[in-house]
């Protein structure tokens, strides 16, 4: 049993995956070819947005966001504590402080009562000046951008939505990557809609922010090829991922995410009498990049990890350790108390196998073995 599959996924669409691939192979055209104007086009068709420019990576969609707006040293990022590495990262590479705030114990997403309260601290303490906030899709579902942006405008900060996992989820008939000023989304295999490499996107409906990271992203591209006009990155996504990209993202639209959907509330059914199960706010839907379950303690959430691998089968645990404790921003000397929430979650949560190639017979397989280890 695997905990995304991969193999299923291209067993299904091996014929024109393969055509795909080899396509570009035939053509030559392996960096910047056509196969990537024609993947930006259909990614910001499906989302909705007039810009869509494909990287390298999830990350380096974010750091491109940030250059755009110019974010510099003495700037404050708002970002949740539970959440990837990424997503903080970027704020430290480009020399600003990540301000870390709590996420909600039910949707996992950044918890905006608790983002007003650190905006105002923040600008109390006078030696930062805030400027974005950075919203995490996590696992899948949309964080609550109506009240994200209300806080965003009350403030005039900027919003990033880092839809890594998010990708394919809504609030309405508004799709996930619409959101922020400037949305991100990552490819990286495992994600919703993944390549077979690294790669990335920034989506955004402003015209000179586009033109500013398509420059960035390409070592600081000016008109002419040979003259560039501003320190920038390498962060090209070649053309075979864009490829693979433009077979995945039909495969997705046409019932991948319709299936995934049935699989979580499949599990939500089976499991929500015993273990507290994904919640998914009225009016969102989730593109269940994960399936996470919280349960009572660490020392449970560890019975149930081995248990569930003794009968192989593999689960995750997204994240030990929560913004606010990494080592990496151990100089910031943040409070024991910073993010209570995320501190909780770290130790209560674990996430089931999920995708849309998951048959029943095992979905079976896997609630039975939950219920039974935590019913005894």
């Not at 909705?48 to 750091?63: E, F, M, Q, R």
């Not at 960035?216 to 040979?226: A, F, L, P, T, V």
């Not at 046409?254 to 699989?263: A, G, R, S, W």
């Amino acid at each position: 049993m695997q905990f995304r599959d991969l193999k299923a996924q291209y067993t299904a669409l091996k014929d024109e995956m393969d055509k795909a691939i080899l396509d570009v192979v035939a053509s030559s055209a392996f960096v910047m070819g056509p196969k990537i104007k024609e993947m930006e086009t259909a990614f910001a068709d499906y989302v909705g947005v007039k810009h869509c420019i494909a990287c390298n990576s999830g990350t380096d969609a974010l750091l491109l966001a940030l250059k755009a707006w110019d974010v510099k040293p003495g700037d404050a990022v708002f970002v949740p504590s539970f959440t990837f590495f990424a997503s903080a990262e970027v704020i430290a590479m480009q020399g600003a402080t990540p301000v870390f705030v709590d996420v909600d114990k039910d949707t996992f997403n950044i918890n905006v009562a608790d983002l007003e309260c650190k905006i105002e601290q923040t600008l109390k303490a006078g030696k930062l000046t805030p400027r974005v906030i950075i919203a995490v899709d996590l696992f899948g579902l949309p964080a609550d951008f109506t009240k994200i942006r209300q806080v965003a405008d009350r403030h005039g900060l900027y919003v990033l939505e880092d839809g890594a996992q998010g990708f394919g989820g809504r609030i309405g008939e508004r799709k996930a990557c619409t959101f922020g000023d400037i949305s991100t989304t990552s490819f990286f295999p495992a994600k919703p809609v993944g390549c077979y490499g690294d790669g990335g996107a920034v989506f955004t409906n402003n015209d000179e922010w586009a033109t500013l990271m398509d420059s960035y992203h390409i070592h600081g591209k000016g008109s002419d090829r040979y003259d560039n006009i501003r320190i920038g990155m390498n962060s090209r996504m070649d053309s075979i991922q864009a490829a693979i990209l433009l077979v995945k993202l039909r495969a997705f639209k046409d019932y991948e995410l319709v299936e995934v959907n049935k699989v979580a509330a499949r599990y939500t059914e089976q499991l929500k009498d015993v273990v507290k199960t994904p919640i998914v706010p009225q009016g969102f839907y989730s593109s269940w990049a994960q399936y996470t379950l919280q349960v009572e303690n660490k020392e449970v959430r560890n019975g149930l990890q081995a248990a569930l691998k003794a009968v192989d089968i593999p689960t995750a645990i997204y994240y030990p350790i929560p913004m606010h404790r990494q080592t990496a921003f151990s100089n910031l000397n943040l409070d024991d108390n910073r993010c209570p929430v995320s501190d909780q979650l770290a130790d209560t949560v674990i996430s089931l196998p999920i995708h849309p190639y998951l048959s029943e017979a095992d979905q079976d397989v896997i609630c039975e073995a939950v219920r039974s280890f935590l019913m005894k």
